[in-house]
């Protein structure tokens, strides 16, 4: 079993930033790929970044390309997104994922473990 706690959500005029951290415990951190999801009221959840648990592969969203990014620290067995240039589309919640998989897939269903999330406000 994995534990994932989100943080760092909050809410910020457009334009602004803000890094939210998803904290792992359990299993071993390290041997996860990692996952951003959001899911805004009345839509669907999306993907928005992941990062594997072998090298550093990375895969985004085209939405977020180039504003987002996702890092991890094995060490602190926390996974991070930045995200610059906010928008008021990128109001949602934000879920962390976990999987054994070694890639950055992006289907919701590939994913074992969830966290419970964390909102994300922009204003305009």
């Known amino acids: 079993q994995v534990q994932l706690v989100e943080s760092g959500g909050g809410l910020v005029q457009a334009g602004g930033s803000l890094r939210v951290s998803c904290a792992a415990s359990g299993r071993t951190f390290s041997r996860y790929t990692m996952g951003w999801f959001r899911q805004a009221p009345g839509k669907e959840r999306e993907f928005v970044a992941a990062i594997i648990w072998l090298g550093s592969g990375t895969r985004y969203s085209d939405s977020v390309k180039g504003r987002f990014t996702i890092s991890r620290d094995n060490a602190k067995n926390t996974v991070y997104l930045q995200m610059n240039s906010l928008k008021p589309e990128d109001t949602a919640v934000y879920y962390c994922?976990?999987?054994?998989?070694?890639?950055?897939?992006?289907?919701?269903?590939?994913?074992?473990?969830w966290g419970q999330g964390t909102q994300v406000t922009v204003s305009s």
């Open positions: 994922a976990a999987t054994v998989i070694n890639a950055a897939v992006s289907t919701s269903g590939e994913y074992d473990y």
